[in-house]
DNA sequence: AGATATTCCTGGAGGC
DNA sequence: TGCCTCCAGGAATATC
């Protein structure tokens, strides 16, 4: 599912295709997704030029030469095909550009979403108003400071993306199964010497899932149409009752009404 | 304030 | 084969 390593290679090949190209017109084939898709979005878009392609947290960023940028979230099931052959079901919003290309964001569940921000006022627009910093560029210390007084559990904490922006699920498994740290420790309860095995390890796995061209889990593609890998080397990620690599039993719990993957024998 | 539960939606998997 | 239930994912919202 798109976490921030999907959410960047998904930004990365779609900037191949719209970086610097002259939006053509585009296509709105439901009004909504998670919430209504603005009113104006195609007058604001046909004729602009994209001028850079970027990301927050788990979200995508389309520049444009009018102080637009375009703003989605895949949700969960979202994902970009490039020059498709046909239409499909779930085939929300259509993009083309006057060199030829044709970009089309697919969501099935509908948990994504696309909003039009004025790029100046991106940072005020609530979404993004109250996200934490990005991983990359975190450090132990910061990580500290945020999980101080706090007695929710940690799986819990890394989840929320007020105190960090970008994780998810799957990643929040494998970093807490690297650093060695139990998913159910009080997020303030974890020494500095913990957190400084911990911040590595969310680094390492983000990139690693990046290098490798994002996760494909279930439905993740991306924008050209070639399969992730990355999901091949989840430790303990979906694995229930597999061996961990380094001697221990994947175990599944609930937190949050959602499940986590760690090891009982390596994580305290 | 913090912690927890619920909601949105579809499709795939597994049980019978 | 079909019908049923359960589950996955992210984030806003509601409720304790």
Redesign the pocket.
């Known amino acids: 599912?798109?976490?921030l390593p999907e959410v960047e290679t998904t930004v990365r090949g779609l900037a191949r295709v719209l970086q610097g190209q002259r939006i053509s017109s585009v296509q709105k084939r439901r009004p909504d997704l998670?919430r209504a898709l603005p009113q104006d979005l195609g007058q604001r878009l046909t004729g602009a030029r994209v001028t850079g392609l970027g990301r927050r947290?788990?979200?995508g960023l389309v520049d444009t030469d009018r102080g637009d940028t375009l703003v989605f979230?895949l949700?969960?099931?979202g994902y970009w095909r490039v020059d498709p052959h046909e239409l499909l079901?779930?085939d929300h919003f259509v993009m083309d550009t006057e060199a030829g290309r044709r970009i089309v964001l697919n969501d099935?569940?509908?948990?994504g979403s696309l909003d039009l921000v004025e790029t100046a006022e991106l940072g005020d627009w609530?979404?993004f108003k109250?996200l934490g910093p990005e991983p990359f560029g975190l450090d132990a210390r910061e990580l500290q400071r945020r999980l101080a007084?706090?007695?929710?559990?940690i799986k819990?904490?890394l989840?929320d993306?007020r105190i960090v922006a970008g994780l998810?699920?799957?990643y929040v498994c494998e970093a807490l199964y690297r650093a060695g740290i139990h998913p159910r420790r009080?997020?303030?309860s974890i020494s500095l010497d913990r957190l400084k095995r911990l911040v590595p390890a969310i680094h390492d796995v983000l990139a690693e899932a990046i290098e490798a061209g994002g996760s494909t889990?279930?439905?993740f593609v991306s924008p050209d149409g070639e399969l992730g890998y990355f999901s091949k080397a989840f430790a303990v990620?979906?694995r229930e009752g597999q061996p961990c690599g380094r001697g221990g039993t994947v175990k599944?719990i609930?937190q949050?009404?959602?499940?986590t993957f760690y090891c009982p024998q390596c994580q305290h």
């Not at 007084?149 to 559990?153: L, M, T, Y």
């Not at 949050?256 to 499940?259: K, L, P, Q, V, Y």
């Open positions: 599912m798109p976490e998670r947290a788990k979200y979230h949700g969960m099931s079901k779930h099935a569940r509908r948990f609530p979404p109250a007084g706090r007695s929710a559990a819990l904490l989840l993306q998810g699920n799957i009080a997020g303030g889990l279930k439905d990620y979906d599944r609930v949050g009404g959602r499940s």
